[in-house]
C-alpha cells in the first residue's frame, strides 16, 4: 500500500510540474511574440520615417539639380531629362542588384530575429 501511495503522490507532483512548465512555456511564448512584434512595428516605423524624410531632402535636391543643370545648358528641359535619365540608371541598378539588398536584409532581420 505504501508503495502505492508514494507512485500515486509522484506521479500527481509529475503532473503538477508539468503543468506549470507548461502555462511557463506559454507566458514565455507569448513575450517573446510580443518582442519580435515590437522589434518589427519598430523597425517598419523608423524605416518610413527615415525613408519618408529622405524622399522629401531627394526630391527636392533633384528638382534644384535639375534647374541648374537645365541653366547651366541654357535648355531647362535638358536639365530635367539628364536627371530623369539619371535616375532611371539608378533603378536598373538596383533592379540587377535586388538579390544582394535581398541577402543583406534577410542576414540583418534573421539575426535580431533568431539571435534575441
Keep these: 500500500m505504501k508503495l502505492f501511495e508514494s507512485i500515486n503522490e509522484t506521479s500527481g ?8 512548465y507548461f502555462k511557463k512555456s506559454q507566458e514565455y511564448l507569448k513575450l517573446k511574440v510580443f518582442q519580435q512584434i515590437s522589434v518589427s512595428i519598430t523597425f517598419v516605423a523608423k524605416a518610413l520615417v527615415i525613408g519618408s524624410l529622405l524622399f522629401i531632402g531627394l526630391f527636392f535636391a533633384s528638382f534644384a539639380l535639375a534647374m541648374a543643370i537645365g541653366e547651366w ?3 531647362l528641359a535638358l536639365g530635367y531629362l539628364m536627371l530623369g535619365v539619371v535616375f532611371l540608371l539608378g533603378c ?3 533592379y540587377y542588384q535586388r538579390h544582394t539588398i535581398e541577402r543583406k536584409v534577410i542576414k540583418s532581420l534573421s539575426s535580431k530575429f533568431f539571435n534575441s
Design 92 to 94: 536598373v541598378l538596383v
Design 13 to 20: 507532483k509529475m503532473t503538477d510540474a508539468g503543468e506549470a
Design 73 to 75: 545648358l541654357d535648355n
